[in-house]
């Protein structure tokens, strides 16, 4: 769980690196202000999952998470749409963003079924 604490942390963290090179225009502006609250808001969401005051409270914030890093995956396609120079960058949040979304889904799937079979 530290360890997927530090990945949400590192990935706002790299999102936010992302956005102050990328060159000022309305369209940088519009959609990194999306991506700097999205991309943040899934490891604040995360940890406020681990601090759950029940299995349902605990699978609803992951859920919260889960959209949150959907959401931030979509910004970062549209941002690589409009700057093919920071192309390499940017698929590299697109896989980190994959692949925590995987994760965070899967959480929620085994959670769900450990609370079914007890």
Known sequence: MQDLKKRFKEFAIQCAELIQQLPTNIINRAYSNQLIRSSSSTGANYRAAL??????????????????????????????????????????????????????????????????TS
Not at 58 to 66: A, G, H, Q, W
Not at 89 to 101: M, P
């Open 51 to 116: 601090r759950g005051k029940s299995t349902a409270d605990f699978i609803n914030k992951l859920k919260i998470v889960e959209e949150e890093i959907d959401e931030s995956v979509y910004f970062l396609e549209l941002l690589n749409h409009f700057n093919q120079d920071f192309q390499t960058k940017i698929e590299a949040l697109l896989k980190e963003g994959d692949e925590l979304t995987a994760i965070i889904v899967q959480s929620i799937k085994t959670t769900r079924s450990r609370t079914r």
